[in-house]
């Protein structure tokens, strides 16, 4: 069964902290992305990757960086964790943008800022 | 930008009862539409994929429509369950981004 895999469920971290969120999938995508989710407010797009190396800006990239050094693998990056970062995070990938497939997203990561 | 929207915001029906949810997007200029199934705290299940190019998808008790020109979707479970209990999101396809509906959360009671 192809999946999308998120390192953690549940993190807490410190203000300040730096953080990292790894995802890693096993199908081939071409594209990843990182989204967060916060009631009210819906799913918002971080920062997507269509290739190893690439990345653009979502529509909420302040606070937050990525890495795609393989192309299984994408991070996401708070460089100095604030509390109203607290939300969960769900990754996803696509195997192509632009034609028109559907996306695969994985369990999420729940990350509490104190 | 994708605007989509989610009638209604939450649904109470009994078990048995057929369940109707709707999603409505501004920018016709998709390539698909997704529908998703959340449970709390959990990540997002996809259910069903239409192409732009089609009218609808099925799965079990699952059907989803695709009206484009006037920038609908809905989607018809059959037959609920208590299991079906979750939260539905659209999601709509335009160039790289999935802008997504709010969802509908549905409560089946038994």
């Known amino acids: 069964d192809v999946k999308v895999t998120q390192s953690s469920r549940y993190l807490v971290k410190r203000t300040g902290e730096k953080v990292f969120l790894e995802c890693v999938q096993d199908m081939d995508h071409e594209n990843m992305f990182w989204y967060r989710q916060d009631p009210g407010l819906g799913l918002r797009l971080i920062y997507f990757s269509y290739d190893v190396k690439m990345k653009e800006k979502g529509d909420i990239p302040e606070g937050y960086s990525v890495s795609r050094e393989k192309k299984e693998r994408f991070s996401l990056i708070l460089e100095s964790a604030s509390t109203n970062q607290t939300s969960m995070y769900l990754c996803a990938s696509s195997p192509g943008a632009r034609q028109g497939t559907g996306y695969t997203f994985g369990s999420g990561t729940r990350l509490t800022v104190v | 930008k994708q605007e989509v929207t989610q009638i209604p915001a939450a649904l109470s029906v009994p078990e048995g009862e057929n369940l109707v949810l709707n999603c409505s997007f501004t920018d016709s200029a998709i390539y698909n539409l997704q529908w998703f199934r959340q449970d709390p705290g959990k990540g997002l299940t996809s259910l069903l994929l239409?192409?732009?190019?089609?009218r609808e998808q099925t799965s079990g008790r699952l059907n989803a429509s695709l009206d484009k020109s006037s920038g609908r979707s809905t989607l018809y479970i059959a037959a609920s369950q208590p299991g079906d209990s979750a939260t539905y999101l659209c999601?709509?396809?335009?160039?790289?981004?999935?802008?997504f509906g709010a969802g509908t959360t549905v409560t089946v009671r038994a």
């Open positions: 239409i192409q732009s190019s089609q």
């Open positions: 999601a709509v396809h335009n160039d790289y981004k999935l802008s």
